[in-house]
């Protein structure tokens, strides 16, 4: 049974750190990519950034180069995202996900996904 778990959110002010965390279970983490998205009110999910299998990721949204990074511990088949120097357009629910080797932006290639966890950054 495959599933993600991402936990980690919270209430944090700007400019602060934070880490998700997405748990693993259910398939051979070391073949897949996890995604991370996001769904800020009132606007649709989008694609943040990526780790590949092979360890590489790809940043979708330019406002989080140099803030937000990405590492995959295949011990703990856990994924972290890194989130620094946090702002107020940061706030959304933060998914992960799965798919098979490498990274897409578009959701639909995703096979499995987590729950999501709330983030919300105050000015």
């Known amino acids: 049974d495959v599933q993600l778990q991402a936990s980690g959110g919270g209430l944090v002010q700007a400019g602060g750190s934070l880490r998700l965390s997405c748990a693993t279970s259910?398939?051979?983490?070391?073949?897949?990519?996890i995604g991370w998205f996001r769904q800020a009110p009132g606007k649709e999910r989008e694609a943040v950034l990526c780790?590949?299998?092979?360890?590489?990721?790809?940043y979708y949204v330019d406002s989080v180069k140099g803030r937000f990074t990405l590492s995959r511990d295949s011990a703990k088949k856990m994924v972290y995202l890194q989130m620094n120097n946090v702002k107020p357009e940061d706030t959304a629910v933060y998914y992960c996900a799965a798919d098979f080797w490498s990274c897409k932006e578009q959701e639909s290639w995703y096979d499995a996904w987590g729950q999501g966890t709330q983030v919300t950054v105050s000015s």
């Open positions: 259910g398939f051979r983490f070391e073949d897949y990519a």
């Open positions: 780790v590949a299998a092979s360890g590489d990721s790809t």
